[in-house]
């Protein structure tokens, strides 16, 4: 009753009109907040909802992903990697020197200060995901696809784990939770893992979204029902009158906003040139391979350290994702990502039998120093980032979408925003 009165009042008497530009996560989540605080809201995407990352992640609420990809020493061990038909690491040779400033910038940032302050401030986009995601979900019909629980990382013996004490060690200063189990211990909390790992390490109060696409989805249609707009059109442009954005331009027709939130993930950078901005953004495309039917299911989501993929338990599917391979937004699947990850499974569960492998490609959208970009649009008052989450979008988006909608509406969020600033770049 509440809610449908706040519709009928939203949409009778709304405070903005705000274009959302992406329905992936981050758009969805924050058309979802702009809604609840009474305001008009027009999402627009070229094909979605959950058309791009948000579709086909590992779907891990990943609270303690504070980690960033470029740690020290990565730069060393990147060459060899690229060249391992079993690290995953790809290139496109072609595309190599387009990503050169891009990487460059990309390793440096790997120095143990930057690290630490990076992971400060994902700690503080992600420590308490689960219940972002149970908050921007509640009453909307997308409840069922969360759930709350571990999220387990398996090594081969525990002098693995022991050479990767740095990460440990800074998920540990931030108060993220974790414990260590043995190969019995693993055994005794996942059956279905027994014996495929010498040694592991759960982190509690994660969560997981048993279909990422259809909950997306589901939201998406909640705001709908709530009196929001969707739209599918391509957005080529802005027309900016007085300092600001008075219509978005699409392939199909104009769009009149208030404000607009540019959410459109790997694509960010078509808007933000347009408004006369630059943020180094690039394609880290991941993959994953879907086991239908599947005889095992972990528990909960599995990092397999070795090969750096995570198997995920979905609704009918055994999902593992992962794989890092920068070549721009080309959407040729490269065979030898598809079958690294199906041999590195097998590996695994050699006696995993399933009715058949789907298989998707999509693209992280990662900056130089792995911390999106959400806040102000430094050029244009009126325009808002929220793009850029790289592995952890899926994680960061609600609570993403909750602070753009706060300061849309004129609040300040309780949290230092500053490292997430489009004009950190400058
Ligand atoms: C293999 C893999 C595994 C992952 N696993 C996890 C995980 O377990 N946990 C986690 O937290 N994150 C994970 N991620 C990362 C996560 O999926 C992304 O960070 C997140 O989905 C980004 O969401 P988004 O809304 O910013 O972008 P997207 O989901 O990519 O959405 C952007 C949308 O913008 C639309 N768009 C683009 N340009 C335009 C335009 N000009 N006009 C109109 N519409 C446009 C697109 O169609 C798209 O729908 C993973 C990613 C990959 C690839």
Redesign the pocket.
């Known amino acids: 009753m509440r809610s449908s009165f706040r519709a009928h009042m939203a949409k009778s008497n709304p405070k903005k009109t705000v274009v959302i530009?992406?329905?992936?996560?981050?758009?969805v989540s924050t058309a979802i907040w702009l809604q609840r605080a009474g305001h008009r809201v027009v999402v627009?995407?070229?094909?979605?909802?959950?058309?791009?990352?948000?579709?086909?992640?590992?779907?891990?609420?990943?609270a303690a992903?504070i980690v960033p990809v470029s740690m020290p020493g990565l730069w060393k061990k990147a060459p060899g990697m690229l060249f391992d038909r079993n690290a995953p690491l790809f290139m496109r040779w072609s595309y190599f020197p387009k990503a050169i400033p891009f990487l460059i910038k990309f390793l440096l940032n790997g120095n143990i200060s930057r690290v630490n302050k990076i992971a400060d401030s994902l700690s503080l986009l992600l420590h308490d995901c689960a219940d972002q995601h149970a908050a921007v979900a509640k009453g909307t019909g997308a409840e069922k696809y969360i759930t709350h629980g571990d999220y387990v990382f398996g090594f081969k013996d525990r002098a693995v784990y022991d050479a990767d004490q740095l990460g440990w060690r800074m998920r540990k200063d931030r108060d993220h939770p974790f414990e260590e189990m043995d190969a019995d211990q693993l055994a005794n909390y996942d059956p279905a893992m027994a014996g495929r790992f010498g040694f592991a390490v759960r982190c509690p109060n994660h969560g997981r979204i048993s279909d990422p696409g259809k909950y997306v989805t589901a939201l998406m249609a909640h705001v709908e029902n709530e009196g929001g707009e969707f739209i599918k059109?391509?957005?080529?442009d802005t027309i900016v009158k007085n300092g600001k954005v008075t219509h978005v331009v699409?392939n199909t027709g104009m769009v009149e906003a208030d404000e607009v939130v540019i959410?459109?993930?790997?694509?960010s950078n078509?808007?933000v040139n347009k408004l006369g901005g630059k943020v180094p953004l690039e394609a880290e495309?991941?993959?994953?391979i879907e086991f239908v039917n599947p005889s095992i299911m972990p528990k909960s989501p599995m990092m397999v350290a070795s090969g750096r993929f995570?198997m995920?338990p979905m609704e009918g599917r055994l999902r593992c994702?992962?794989?890092v391979e920068f070549g721009g937004l080309s959407e040729r699947r490269n065979r030898k990502a598809i079958e690294l990850l199906k041999r590195q499974t097998l590996d695994l569960l050699p006696e995993l039998t399933y009715d058949r492998i789907d298989e998707w490609m999509?693209?992280?959208?990662s900056t130089t120093d792995s911390l999106p970009v959400i806040g102000a649009f430094d050029k244009v008052p009126n325009v808002w980032s929220a793009?850029g989450?790289?592995?952890?979008?899926?994680?960061?988006?609600p609570k993403t979408g909750r602070w753009v909608a706060q300061m849309i509406d004129g609040q300040m969020p309780n949290a230092d925003l500053a490292p997430f600033a489009i004009n950190r770049f400058q």
Request: glycine share 22%; net charge positive.
């Open positions: 530009v992406g329905a992936g996560i981050v758009g627009i995407d070229k094909t979605g909802p959950a058309a791009g990352a948000s579709y086909g992640n590992a779907g891990v609420l990943a992903s059109a391509e957005v080529e699409t959410a459109t993930g790997v694509w078509k808007l495309r991941g993959y994953h995570v995920t994702a992962g794989v999509g693209f992280r959208p793009f989450h790289q592995h952890i979008g899926l994680s960061g988006g």
